[in-house]
């Protein structure tokens, strides 16, 4: 990203110029615009203006083509959800399960993937897991794992406590294969990485964390044959094809509307609205760039600083995520350092979580880099 787009974007985060902000894995920062898109839109119903429901749902349906355009998909197959977890709810209560059908995993995947998918063992559903190695699934054991009973084959784009970035592509060709669908927990890649749609049949991504938007909105991105698979579980009256209509038996929308049945978020969706404009104008080619460059950076200076950088040398599995630990320091002392130092971060899996974003200066990775550096050992 040239400079003078680096300070005009670091000028609508005004928390990333008061602390080297590097937790966008955690939570990302919102902008002044977000913040404007919600006091907008509260001040409209305050007023009375959003009462004019029509030009409410109008812009929703421009944020939806907008939210389908950044994956690559459709305006049709777009559901806005509170989160990934109810995103990913929607194929869990969704398909007819069975006895004896199963759902293939990694092992180690965030809670928000793994949790609602053991619920099924109550429905005769089996649980597989494929391991972990170095931080990264192991695909080949994985696909040793699907057969004709697997009905998902579900994985993070890019793992939470490692940063490696799995081949969706292949994962695509294993689970279709079968005739399975895969379900992709997108939250730690959208918004930083430039991730598309084809060859994926459910999407889910919360908004809170690389996308830059407000807590408590989200989106998931349903392939046709998703759609037609899917049964919505909670049917409510924006779930319908006119619901203005009133009628007494539903009437069911065609497209990813059957899956929103109640009043939606609307301020939620204004602030998606901003965060996501604002990665168009940008360009998510020029934000993945801008990311993986600040990762790549990052992880030379801890290296020079004595630090040990936990990471794949294959440039395709790196995302934004950068885990690092310093031999004989205590992980969490080395955090609290960091914190002390002015460096936002999390702790995670094998030592340090960075994760810098778009709106990060080389001052940021100088500043982490350093006050790692000179951490007390214990």
């Not at 494929?130 to 696909?143: K, S, T």
């Not at 080389?362 to 050992?377: F, I, K, N, Q």
Request: with cysteine; net charge negative; hydrophobic share 45%.
């Amino acid at each position: 990203m040239r400079p003078e787009v680096l300070d005009s974007v670091r000028r609508l985060y005004p928390g990333a110029c008061s602390t080297a902000y590097l937790d966008s894995a955690a939570v990302g920062l919102v902008s002044t615009r977000v913040r404007a898109a919600v006091v907008d839109l509260l001040t409209g119903h305050q007023d009375g203006g959003i009462a004019a429901a029509p030009a409410w749902r109008d812009h929703q349906e421009v944020v939806r083509a907008a939210v389908a355009d950044l994956v690559g998909g459709r305006p049709d197959g777009i559901s806005f959800t509170q989160n990934t977890t109810t995103g990913l709810a929607l194929v869990a209560n969704g398909l007819p399960w069975g006895p004896g059908d199963n759902v293939v995993l990694p092992a180690q995947e965030f809670p928000s993937n793994s949790y609602l998918w053991r619920g099924l063992r109550a429905l005769g559903v089996e649980v597989r897991e494929a391991p972990v190695r170095g931080g990264a699934a192991d695909l080949d054991a994985l696909a040793g794992l699907v057969d004709d009973r697997t009905r998902v084959v579900t994985i993070s784009a890019v793992q939470y406590s490692s940063g490696h970035r799995h081949d969706l592509a292949r994962l695509s060709q294993i689970a279709r294969g079968r005739d399975a669908l895969l379900v992709v927990d997108g939250t730690q890649a959208v918004g930083a990485l430039a991730v598309d749609v084809e060859g994926i049949d459910v999407l889910a991504v919360s908004a809170h964390k690389w996308l830059l938007g407000p807590f408590g909105i989200g989106f998931v991105h349903l392939s046709e044959r998703a759609r037609d698979r899917l049964r919505p579980t909670t049917v409510g009256w924006l779930a319908v094809a006119d619901p203005f209509a009133f009628t007494v038996e539903p009437e069911l929308a065609t497209d990813g509307r059957r899956f929103e049945s109640g009043t939606e978020n609307a301020a939620g969706i204004a602030g998606l609205g901003a965060t996501v404009g604002l990665l168009h104008e940008l360009g998510r080619d020029v934000v993945q760039e801008t990311v993986l460059a600040n990762a790549a950076r990052l992880v030379e200076l801890l290296a020079t600083a004595g630090l040990e950088v936990h990471r794949a040398a294959d440039p395709a599995t790196h995302s934004g995520i950068v885990v690092a630990g310093r031999p004989g320091t205590d992980p969490a002392v080395l955090h609290r350092a960091l914190l002390d130092g002015g460096v936002r971060c999390s702790l995670r899996g094998a030592g340090i979580r960075f994760a810098p974003h778009y709106f990060t200066s080389d001052a940021d990775l100088e500043l982490a880099a350093d006050v790692a550096g000179r951490a007390p050992a214990q």
